[in-house]
């Protein structure tokens, strides 16, 4: 197999896995936004639900506290226990149509906040009287109103969701005591869940449904003509029926909810199980459509019953899928460009080789001619100068393509590091882009959080420059060691740093003596002390208290010796002993490669001879203590 054949392979299988990180990078990206929307829709019908349900307990609290507080029906409560224990079914029935006549107009005042009923059972859990049934009472509840059961056992109050013989509702029943302590029984405050419908439709301009599950009746229970409310089998899920209203259809709701739904329907399946809040979505119609389950618990079980799920529309995850296609297209086409660039270095390379090969055999083949044709040489002797000169020619042109192949060789090393260096700068301009794109969508893009993106991505394309002059000077091999005032170097350092602390409000102090010169590598120092003080700005970039970098340099024992510090709270000490090695960083992983700090120390123990150390320390700044980092460099003078 040639050489030109396994290139191509290499480089076939470095493009594919290139495409295969970008598609994953791009998949996780979209997968977040897309969660990020789903959850804002999760907590946007939660709270929808807990603001109904505030304003519910509220509404029941408050017919609790009339109830009470109203002696005449006290009395009456007590009247109706004593008759039904003496059996006078005659004095219990004239109560009951008392305590009815004494009720109506508070009910039909209850009726108005929504209350559906207003319920009355002694304490064998025997109904007494129902306000929303005025000739249904005397049944035993006892095995279908375990929340009545419970208040009559422990005299406690309970509210939720229960069932009921015929209607489920979310309910508030308490106890009634009178002013002698005597237990009269528990009554109820209730809520339909129809209620619920109305006001996620026409308040809050959402379409709702109410499942219920089919066991919280018997299933003859079903069947029935007097239940209160009208139920039929959801399109969300076979053991759930819906609640239908005014503002619910079959066509609409059922029919046409079974088709958009069919793909879904495993995953609603398995995320019901879990029991918890839940969202998907479903692009339907070139529409994004959420669908998003909350789950009801029943009041004394506290296992989900009944959930409420909405429907609405968000274009955003739309975008999003279409935002990540438009990405990969594009990081295919860069790919391509690179790797195809690469194949040619490649290709030159080989060509190269070739030729010296070639030169080789060329000289070989002479040498040969020269040993067979030694005792011509007498003859040829005035010829051999002009001999000589030509294949003199012939080796500078060999040495010029050898040169020429090292050049390339290098090159080609040097593009690969540079696709190293600019892999995570490109991925956080990507994402920040992509992050700011998608808030904007979303009207949450603050200006703030637009300039603070921007320079974070002018950062990473100036990092992206950067790198190009580091490798440049590799290449050329400018490092040179000078002697210089350590003064102007750090005026230097600070013109260059300028900006971010004006930006950023840095509080900067500097004392350096005017009259310290020093013999080392000048330009490598001043990237040593950027890469502190990019590391110190990193850090104390979302502190809100005054913002503090100090700096000195002294000369003790012919050594220079600076100490860099800064307030942003110092250094988790389980990981300072490897904040120097490389790859090595504490931020996320687009914001930084964990480069700076290993590039510092190897500048200046390799380059300068020096050493580089870091601690914790007590920071006094304005009459206030801080902790903070403090990284000392010590170098020879000389």
């Known amino acids: 197999m040639s050489k030109k054949i396994k290139n191509f392979i290499i480089i076939t299988i470095l493009f594919i896995v290139a495409n295969g990180v970008a598609y994953y990078i791009t998949q996780f990206n979209q997968e ?6 789903l959850d804002k829709h999760s907590q946007t019908l939660q709270t929808y639900y807990e603001i109904l349900k505030y304003n519910q307990h509220n509404s029941a609290d408050i017919a609790y506290e009339e109830t009470i507080n109203n002696k005449r029906l006290l009395e009456l409560l007590s009247k109706a226990n004593s008759f039904k ?22 009910y039909k005042e209850y009726k108005k906040r929504g209350i559906l009923q207003y319920h009355f059972v002694f304490p064998d859990n025997k109904v007494f009287l129902r306000m929303h049934k005025i000739n249904k009472y005397g049944d035993d509840l006892t095995h279908i109103r375990s ?15 229960a069932q009921g013989r015929t209607a489920h509702a979310f309910r508030n029943v308490y106890p009634i005591v009178d002013k002698d302590n005597n237990y009269l029984g528990a009554f109820e405050v209730s809520f339909s869940s129809e209620l619920i419908q109305e006001y996620f439709t026409h308040i809050k301009q959402l379409h709702t449904h109410f499942l219920v599950n089919k066991n919280i009746f018997e299933s003859k229970t079903w069947d029935r003509d007097d239940l209160v409310l009208k139920y039929t089998p959801s399109a969300e899920h076979k053991d759930y029926m819906l609640t239908l209203t005014a503002q619910h259809s079959k066509q609409k709701c059922i029919i046409n909810n079974a088709k958009k739904l069919e793909s879904l329907k495993n995953n609603i399946d398995l995320m019901m199980l879990k029991n918890e809040q839940f969202s998907l979505f479903k692009i339907f119609n070139k529409k994004s459509q959420i669908i998003s389950f909350y789950p009801i618990k029943h009041n004394i079980t506290k296992k989900p019953v009944a959930w409420i799920v909405s429907y609405s529309y968000d274009n955003a995850i739309k975008k999003a899928v279409e935002n990540t296609f438009y990405v990969r297209i594009f990081s295919v086409v860069v790919f391509l460009l690179l790797f195809g660039f690469i194949y040619f270095i490649l290709n030159q390379k080989e060509i190269l080789n070739q030729m010296v090969d070639e030169k080789t055999k060329s000289l070989s083949n002479i040498n040969r001619e020269l040993e067979e044709s030694e005792h011509e040489l007498q003859l040829i002797n005035e010829n051999l100068e002009k001999k000589i000169n030509k294949e003199v020619q012939k080796n500078r042109e060999k040495d010029k393509a050898l040169f020429e192949h090292t050049k390339m060789a290098a090159l080609g090393e040097m593009i690969a590091n540079i696709a190293h260096q600019w892999r995570q700068p490109l991925s956080a301009i990507s994402t920040n882009i992509t992050a700011m794109q998608l808030k904007k969508e979303l009207g949450m893009l603050e200006d703030d959080e637009f300039v603070k993106g921007s320079e974070m991505i002018n ?35 600070i013109n260059l740093t300028s900006s971010y602390i004006k930006h950023e409000s840095i509080n900067m102090e500097i004392k350096v003596d005017k009259d310290i010169y020093v013999t080392t590598l000048k330009n490598e120092l001043n990237q040593s002390l950027l890469n502190l003080f990019n590391n110190s700005k990193d850090a104390l970039s979302d502190k809100e208290y005054d913002k503090y970098i100090y700096m000195d340099a002294s000369i003790k024992n012919e050594m220079l010796i600076i100490n860099f510090k800064d307030n942003a709270g110092g250094i988790d000490e389980n990981i300072m002993d490897k904040i120097f090695e490389p790859y090595f960083t504490t931020k996320h992983q687009s914001q930084g490669t964990g480069l700076g700090l290993n590039m510092t120390y190897r500048l200046i123990s390799e380059g300068m001879k020096g050493t580089i150390s870091v601690s914790n320390e007590i920071i006094n700044y304005k009459g206030i203590e801080y902790k903070g980092a403090t990284f000392t460099i010590t170098i020879p003078l000389n």
């Open 32 to 37: 977040k936004r897309i969660e990020i929307i």
């Open 147 to 161: 929340d009545f059961k419970y208040v009559n056992e422990y005299k406690k109050s309970i509210r939720g969701f």
């Open 85 to 106: 224990n003496s059996n006078d079914i005659k004095s219990l029935n004239r109560v009951r149509d008392e305590v009815k006549n004494l009720l109506t107009l508070k």
């Open 459 to 493: 950062e990473n394309v100036q990092y992206l420059s950067r790198t190009i002059d580091d490798f440049r000077n590799f290449i050329r091999g400018n490092s040179k060691k000078e002697n210089f005032n350590l003064k102007d170097a750090i005026n230097t350092f």
